[in-house]
């Protein structure tokens, strides 16, 4: 009203979001939950940079996957050097381990992460282009209750938070099975090949398995007859993939075993997995995850075992129990409502006061009518109002108002703080 609009309003970019106060509550009450199964479980938290040289990525991930080819966010900065917006955190926790020599300690290197996440995908429910996800990774350790116990870290989360899901599990081979696999499948792709897309045919002669990622329709038919891994692993990843199933059928965990499973992402060996959400569409998998032991060295460090996971922040928020996904409005202690400057200038006094003492407080420095502030501290859903008037001024003592049942009394500033900490003490024991 009156506003004169003379420039055009800016929007943020397709595929990005604001995430509003009401919301954030939800989001950190998962934040939190996560963290502490990570701490029941050992991992500790890393935080990397949300831009890394390209390289990590392109090498990291591989550069025949969607990921790399597609949907980066790569630029050239004012050094003249390419670098790119994360698309997840595997590649860098891995950068990081290897710089900061966290191998050097011995035992599994266990860390965790909460951050955003930037991918250039086509617009779809459950797709963001900036997205957050919470993972995990142990470097430092091929042994398969590890897997395991990763998997289980990840479903525990998930049942703490009401949600129902289910664990798909595969086996992708390893250095020594998968090539001679990758020989058998790309022989069996010949005679389908002049029937599949064109990225299918590409693949098939640059990295065979990335046909698995393929999403055309008229594809799928011919991807379902070709030959898969399980049928073809090593003794050693045969033996592996078994324990595995052994320690996960010892914590009571169900899965489904899916031998076309390959993820999206190049450095996975042996174990891969994903858990799904019925509820979700298209979109279904809430957490990717599997083993990478030869990816230390891909990016030029040790021989480093190791597995991880990352869950779809976003998703799993979509998919939340509604007694766990309620809104949450901030609500003030106090409201503090005053007529005239000298009762303004108490306001301020007295808040400063009371929020070292730890409470908050809310002051309406529109400084209106006392209707229109009582209407405020309403709408506010505060739990008292102190009202400060010329009158309270003078004899330091002041009207308090409870909203929740309309009681009113008089109070000096000493009395308020004894009643506001008698209460909180209250809460906290009853
Ligand atoms: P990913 O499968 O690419 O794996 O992503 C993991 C999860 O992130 C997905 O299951 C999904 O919930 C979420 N996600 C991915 N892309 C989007 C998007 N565009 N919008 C919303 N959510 C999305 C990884 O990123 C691996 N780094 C996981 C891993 C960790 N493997 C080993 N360690």
Not at 37 to 61: N, S, V, W
Not at 148 to 162: D, T
Not at 281 to 295: C, E, F, I, S
Not at 400 to 425: F, M, N
Request: glycine share 8%; hydrophobic share 35%; with cysteine.
């Amino acid at each position: 009203m009156g506003h004169r609009m003379a420039n055009t309003v800016i929007t943020n970019l397709p595929g990005t979001r604001d995430l509003l106060p009401q919301e954030i509550a939800c989001w950190q009450m998962v934040e939190g939950r996560a963290r502490r199964i990570f701490d029941q479980y050992g991992f500790l938290e890393i935080r990397t940079p949300i831009i890394e040289p390209t390289e990590l990525f392109a090498r990291g991930i591989g550069g025949d996957t969607d990921i790399v080819g597609k949907e980066m966010y790569t630029f050239t900065d004012q050094s003249e050097r390419s670098v790119t917006l994360r698309p997840e955190a595997t590649a860098s926790v891995v950068r990081a381990y290897i710089q900061n020599t966290m191998y050097r300690g011995g035992g599994i290197a266990k860390l965790y992460y909460i951050g955003p996440m930037f991918r250039h995908e086509k617009k779809q429910k459950g797709r963001w282009r900036q997205f957050y996800q919470i993972g995990a990774e142990a470097l430092g350790s091929d042994n398969p209750a590890v897997d395991a116990e990763m998997i289980e870290m990840a479903l525990s989360l998930l049942s703490a938070l009401g949600v129902k899901s289910k664990l798909l599990i595969n086996s992708v081979g390893c250095r020594v099975c998968r090539p001679k696999y990758i020989e058998i499948l790309r022989n069996a792709l010949q005679q389908y090949l002049p029937h599949m897309c064109e990225d299918c045919r590409r693949r098939s002669a640059t990295n065979s398995l990335r046909v698995f990622d393929c999403k055309v329709e008229s594809c799928q038919p011919y991807i379902e007859r070709l030959p898969v891994i399980t049928d073809h692993l090593c003794a050693e990843c045969s033996g592996h993939f078994s324990a595995v199933q052994g320690y996960l059928a010892e914590a009571g965990i169900d899965y489904e075993i899916v031998p076309r499973l390959v993820r999206g992402l190049d450095y996975y060996v042996r174990t891969a997995f994903e858990i799904v959400s019925g509820d979700l569409g298209a979109q279904n998998a809430l957490v990717g995850g599997g083993r990478y032991d030869g990816l230390s060295e891909v990016l030029g460090g040790p021989p480093v075992q190791a597995i991880g996971f990352a869950m779809g922040l976003d998703r799993l928020v979509m998919v939340l129990p509604e007694e766990q996904s309620r809104t949450w409005q901030w609500k003030p202690e106090l409201f503090l409502a005053f007529m005239g400057e000298p009762a303004f200038k108490r306001a301020r006094e007295i808040s400063r006061e009371l929020r070292k003492q730890g409470y908050n407080c809310y002051l309406d420095f529109a400084g209106g009518s006392l209707k229109s502030q009582l209407r405020l501290a309403n709408k506010l859903n505060a739990a008292h109002v102190l009202i400060i008037g010329e009158d309270e001024l003078a004899r330091e003592r002041y009207t308090i108002k409870r909203l929740e049942d309309s009681q009113q009394w008089e109070v000096t500033i000493p009395e308020l703080i004894g009643y506001l900490q008698s209460r909180t003490s209250e809460k906290s024991t009853g």
